[in-house]
Protein backbone atom coordinates (compact mmCIF):
# COMPACT_ATOMS: atom_id res chain seq x y z
CA UNK A 1 0.00 0.00 0.00
CA UNK A 2 1.56 3.13 -1.22
CA UNK A 3 0.85 6.61 1.15
CA UNK A 4 1.41 10.33 0.34
CA UNK A 5 1.18 12.40 3.52
CA UNK A 6 1.55 16.17 3.13
CA UNK A 7 2.68 18.67 6.10
CA UNK A 8 3.86 21.85 6.64
CA UNK A 9 0.78 23.92 5.39
CA UNK A 10 -0.83 26.51 8.10
CA UNK A 11 -1.58 30.48 8.60
CA UNK A 12 0.96 33.06 7.82
CA UNK A 13 1.25 36.63 6.93
CA UNK A 14 1.31 38.03 3.19
CA UNK A 15 4.55 38.07 2.38
CA UNK A 16 5.60 35.43 4.64
CA UNK A 17 7.15 32.57 3.96
CA UNK A 18 6.29 28.26 4.39
CA UNK A 19 7.57 25.17 3.33
CA UNK A 20 5.49 22.16 2.24
CA UNK A 21 6.53 18.52 2.34
CA UNK A 22 4.93 15.54 0.68
CA UNK A 23 6.34 12.14 1.50
CA UNK A 24 5.55 9.10 -0.43
CA UNK A 25 5.82 5.66 2.35
CA UNK A 26 5.20 2.05 1.30
CA UNK A 27 6.22 -0.78 -1.07
CA UNK A 28 6.83 0.47 -4.26
CA UNK A 29 10.08 0.67 -7.10
CA UNK A 30 10.01 4.72 -7.43
CA UNK A 31 8.39 7.71 -7.16
CA UNK A 32 8.06 9.76 -10.64
CA UNK A 33 6.85 13.04 -11.53
CA UNK A 34 5.52 14.53 -8.74
CA UNK A 35 3.17 17.65 -8.71
CA UNK A 36 1.49 19.82 -6.18
CA UNK A 37 -1.77 20.86 -6.68
CA UNK A 38 -4.31 23.59 -5.02
CA UNK A 39 -7.79 24.45 -4.61
CA UNK A 40 -9.19 27.53 -3.19
CA UNK A 41 -13.12 27.57 -1.98
CA UNK A 42 -15.12 27.79 -5.51
CA UNK A 43 -12.52 27.52 -7.66
CA UNK A 44 -10.68 24.78 -9.68
CA UNK A 45 -8.18 22.86 -8.82
CA UNK A 46 -4.98 24.05 -10.08
CA UNK A 47 -1.35 22.96 -10.48
CA UNK A 48 1.05 24.97 -8.95
CA UNK A 49 4.40 23.10 -9.71
CA UNK A 50 5.61 19.91 -11.23
CA UNK A 51 8.98 17.71 -10.55
CA UNK A 52 10.01 14.84 -12.79
CA UNK A 53 12.26 12.32 -10.92
CA UNK A 54 15.42 13.97 -12.25
CA UNK A 55 14.57 17.14 -11.78
CA UNK A 56 12.65 18.91 -14.24
CA UNK A 57 10.22 21.34 -13.02
CA UNK A 58 7.13 23.30 -14.31
CA UNK A 59 5.74 25.99 -12.21
CA UNK A 60 2.31 27.95 -13.00
CA UNK A 61 2.91 31.36 -13.59
CA UNK A 62 1.39 32.69 -11.05
CA UNK A 63 3.75 31.04 -9.02
CA UNK A 64 6.93 31.82 -10.83
CA UNK A 65 9.71 33.29 -9.18
CA UNK A 66 7.91 32.74 -5.46
CA UNK A 67 8.00 28.90 -5.07
CA UNK A 68 10.26 26.45 -5.20
CA UNK A 69 9.60 22.82 -5.67
CA UNK A 70 12.38 20.15 -5.14
CA UNK A 71 12.83 17.03 -4.10
CA UNK A 72 15.31 14.55 -1.74
CA UNK A 73 14.53 10.70 -4.01
CA UNK A 74 16.50 9.23 -0.82
CA UNK A 75 13.92 10.34 1.42
CA UNK A 76 10.80 9.80 -1.24
CA UNK A 77 10.15 13.29 -0.18
CA UNK A 78 9.60 16.04 -2.25
CA UNK A 79 9.32 20.15 -0.83
CA UNK A 80 7.61 23.17 -2.28
CA UNK A 81 8.92 26.25 -0.60
CA UNK A 82 6.53 29.12 -0.75
CA UNK A 83 7.83 32.82 -0.19
CA UNK A 84 5.88 35.97 -0.82
CA UNK A 85 2.97 33.98 -0.13
CA UNK A 86 -0.23 36.21 -1.27
CA UNK A 87 -3.84 36.18 -0.03
CA UNK A 88 -4.45 34.43 -3.35
CA UNK A 89 -2.21 31.70 -2.16
CA UNK A 90 -5.19 30.29 -0.02
CA UNK A 91 -6.13 27.44 -0.64
CA UNK A 92 -5.81 23.12 -0.03
CA UNK A 93 -2.42 22.46 -1.38
CA UNK A 94 -2.35 18.36 -2.18
CA UNK A 95 0.38 16.16 -3.70
CA UNK A 96 0.63 13.78 -6.83
CA UNK A 97 2.69 11.30 -7.44
CA UNK A 98 3.15 8.78 -10.36
CA UNK A 99 4.44 5.41 -8.40
CA UNK A 100 6.08 2.77 -10.16
CA UNK A 101 5.08 -0.28 -8.30
CA UNK A 102 7.92 -2.20 -9.95
CA UNK A 103 10.92 -2.30 -11.79
CA UNK A 104 8.95 -2.65 -14.81
CA UNK A 105 5.46 -0.88 -13.69
CA UNK A 106 2.97 -0.38 -13.31
CA UNK A 107 2.79 3.05 -12.81
CA UNK A 108 -0.13 4.24 -10.33
CA UNK A 109 -1.28 8.00 -9.59
CA UNK A 110 -1.60 8.71 -6.04
CA UNK A 111 -2.90 11.42 -4.14
CA UNK A 112 -2.22 13.01 -0.32
CA UNK A 113 -5.10 14.29 1.91
CA UNK A 114 -4.27 18.04 1.64
CA UNK A 115 -2.95 20.48 3.84
CA UNK A 116 -4.21 24.02 4.21
CA UNK A 117 -2.83 27.33 3.76
CA UNK A 118 -4.08 30.39 4.69
CA UNK A 119 -2.25 33.67 3.72
CA UNK A 120 -4.22 36.28 5.93
CA UNK A 121 -3.33 40.08 4.55
Known amino acids: QVQLVESGGGLVQAGGSLRLSCVAS????????VTWYRQAPGKQRELVAR???????VYADSVKGRFTISRDNAKNTVYLQMSSLKSEDTAVYSC???????????????WGQGTQVTVSS
Open 96 to 110: NAAISLGRLGPERDY
Open 51 to 57: ITRYGTT
Open 26 to 33: GSFFSANA
